[in-house]
């Protein structure tokens, strides 16, 4: 192997906590295809976690086109999107491949297959697709609201866009790793196909677990993990990095993409263009770090991170009563009474009034004949009192109780 790894033994030790590189026995070196095992490696040792991870958008997150993994319908009548008269793009399948194709008054102008598909669905998907060493985003998107193709987020009607280049960042988020090649930020990137490895992996979260496992298998009566980061260790700067990586907003680049591994300070590859802003100038996309960082309770408690309220490796989406446990961990005080709401609704739904659904201006969809994109919906990691959301849970408790009577 021409890299040099230097090896450091695991550390446990509540001191040493602060001295934060030795964490990772990667840091330093550059991080590589062959160092990585890949998700489906994990089960054999960690077979409950790797089974409620396969339930999670993180591992949804990116995949290979496929039938199961599109969204959207290819039926007749239900597979185009009409940009503007005579100006269609029809979604079609041929054999085991699926295309989008622009049609210009009813004349074929340019073929693009589904390669990749970006999205668990939960809000959309978008679709790359390659073209030699690059990948290409293409002009259509699915949008799970209303079960519809979609003009791209961000894509004009007119022209339809065909070439714009999927950047590495985009990559970063939405998978494990990709390999680029001749790495030069002033130029679209190119990606070596056979060195990608898709959806938000085990090794996002734990670093490149080649050598974890290795060792593993060696020395099979050993009870401590080595050559792993377990982000429980790490200090509450470097486990927020982990999830900052992609949680975070804009991030500009010190460093190429796919270096930054969890354990190391995320400083040191990027910078955020986003700190200056406030809680309501952020979008609510992309940017749960930004946007908690200004709630008191993540400035005023001083162990609150990600992993407070989220397992990592299980889908809690809308278990609404067990994230309002994780509120009480801290917040065991009796609730103010609120008037006309029992205290057990009040207890067991914290989040409706506290982190409310709020429109995300990036994740938003521009569908067929409207001028106007509709926004997606997502939760703000801004926890205040909001005196609107209170009004309307009161209102929807009370009309859920007369439709009870
Ligand atoms: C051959 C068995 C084996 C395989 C395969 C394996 N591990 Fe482990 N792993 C272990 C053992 C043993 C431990 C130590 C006991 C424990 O924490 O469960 C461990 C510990 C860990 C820890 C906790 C480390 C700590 O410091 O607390 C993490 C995180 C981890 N493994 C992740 C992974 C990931 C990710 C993969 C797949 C890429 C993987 N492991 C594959 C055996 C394995
Ligand atoms: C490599 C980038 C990346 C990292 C690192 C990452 N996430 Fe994510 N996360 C994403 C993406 C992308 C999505 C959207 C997945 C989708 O629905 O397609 C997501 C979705 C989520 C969701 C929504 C889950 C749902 O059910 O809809 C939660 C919660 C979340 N991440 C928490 C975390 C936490 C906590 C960490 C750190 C321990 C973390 N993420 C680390 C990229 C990342
Ligand atoms: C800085 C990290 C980051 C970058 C760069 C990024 N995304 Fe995302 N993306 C996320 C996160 C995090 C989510 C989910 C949570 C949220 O929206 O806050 C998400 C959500 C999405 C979703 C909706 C998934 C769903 O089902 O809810 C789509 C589609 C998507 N991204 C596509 C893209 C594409 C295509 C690119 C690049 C051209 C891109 N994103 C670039 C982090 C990123
Ligand atoms: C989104 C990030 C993320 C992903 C993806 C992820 N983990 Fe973790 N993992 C964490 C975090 C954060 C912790 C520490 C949790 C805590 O503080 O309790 C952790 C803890 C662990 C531990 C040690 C503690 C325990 O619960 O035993 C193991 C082992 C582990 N993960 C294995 C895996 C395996 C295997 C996968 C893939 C199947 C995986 N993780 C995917 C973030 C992640
Ligand atoms: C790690 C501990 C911790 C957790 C978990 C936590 N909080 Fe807090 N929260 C605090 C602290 C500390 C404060 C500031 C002191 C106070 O008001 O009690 C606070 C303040 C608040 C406030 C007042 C904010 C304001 O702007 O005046 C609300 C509302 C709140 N929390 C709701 C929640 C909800 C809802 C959850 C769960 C989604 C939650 N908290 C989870 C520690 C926490
Ligand atoms: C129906 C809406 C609603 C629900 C449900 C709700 N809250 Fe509140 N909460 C409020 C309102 C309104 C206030 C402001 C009350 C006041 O100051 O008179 C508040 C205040 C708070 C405060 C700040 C207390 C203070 O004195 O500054 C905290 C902390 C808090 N809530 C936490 C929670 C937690 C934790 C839960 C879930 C167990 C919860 N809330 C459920 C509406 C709600
Ligand atoms: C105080 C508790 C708390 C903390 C801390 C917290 N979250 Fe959340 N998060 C929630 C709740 C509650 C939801 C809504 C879950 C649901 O309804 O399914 C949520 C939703 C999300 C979603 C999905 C958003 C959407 O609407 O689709 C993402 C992504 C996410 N969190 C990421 C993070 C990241 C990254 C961090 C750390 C910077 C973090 N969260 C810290 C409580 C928390």
């Keep these: 192997m021409s890299i040099l790894i230097v090896f450091t033994k695991c550390i446990n030790n509540q001191n040493k906590k602060q001295e934060q590189k030795e964490e990772n026995v990667l840091t330093g070196s550059v991080i590589t295809y062959d160092q990585f095992a890949g998700s489906e490696t994990c089960a054999k040792c960690h077979q409950s976690i790797t089974d409620n991870y396969f339930h999670t958008a993180h591992f949804y997150t990116s995949q290979n086109a496929a039938e199961q993994s599109i969204k959207g319908s290819f039926i007749h009548g239900k597979n185009s999107f009409t940009y503007d008269v005579g100006k269609i793009v029809s979604l079609e399948k041929k054999q085991d491949s699926f295309y989008q194709v622009y049609y210009y008054k009813g004349k074929e102008v340019v073929r693009r ?20 060493n690059h990948i290409i985003e293409l002009p259509v998107s699915y949008f799970t609201q209303v079960h519809q193709w979609a003009n791209s987020p961000g ?17 970063e988020c939405h998978a494990t790793f990709a390999q680029a090649i001749n790495y030069n930020p002033d130029i679209p990137p190119m990606f070596d196909s056979s060195k990608m490895i898709l959806t938000v992996g ?34 509450r700067q470097l486990s927020l990095d982990v999830c900052a990586l992609c949680h975070s907003g804009r991030l500009d680049e010190l460093k190429p993409p796919f270096q930054f591994i969890p354990g190391d300070s995320l400083n040191d590859f990027y910078t955020s263009s986003d700190v200056s802003k406030k809680a309501g100038v952020m979008d609510v996309h992309g940017n749960q770090l930004g946007v908690l960082s200004a709630s ?32 009480q961990s801290c ?14 609704v009040v207890k067991n739904n ?29 939760r703000t990691h801004y926890i205040t009192v909001y005196n609107d959301e209170t009004k309307k849970f009161i209102k929807q408790y009370t009309s859920s109780q007369k439709k009870k009577l």
């Design 350 to 378: 914290c989040i409706d009034c506290h982190m409310p659904l709020q429109e995300s201006t990036s994740i938003s969809f521009l569908l067929q004949n409207k001028t106007q994109p509709v926004n997606a919906m997502m």
């Design 113 to 132: 297959r589904f390669d990749i598909v970006i999205g668990s669905g939960t809000n959309g998907q978008t679709y790359l697709s390659w073209i030699g």
């Design 331 to 344: 917040h065991t005080n009796q609730h103010k009474a609120i008037e006309g709401l029992p205290d057990d």
């Design 296 to 327: 008191k309770c993540f400035q005023l408690s001083k162990t609150m991170t990600c992993v407070t309220c989220h397992d990592p490796h299980t889908n809690e989406r809308n278990n609404t009563t067990l994230f309002s446990q994780r509120c």
């Design 202 to 235: 085990c090794e996002k979260c734990h670093g490149p677990a080649a050598q974890h496992v290795a060792y593993e298998e060696q020395h099979p009566n050993d009870s401590i993990g080595k050559f792993i980061v377990n982000p429980a260790k790490l200090t």
């Design 155 to 171: 894509y004009p009607l007119s022209p339809i866009i065909f070439n714009r280049p999927v950047t590495a960042r985009c990559l």
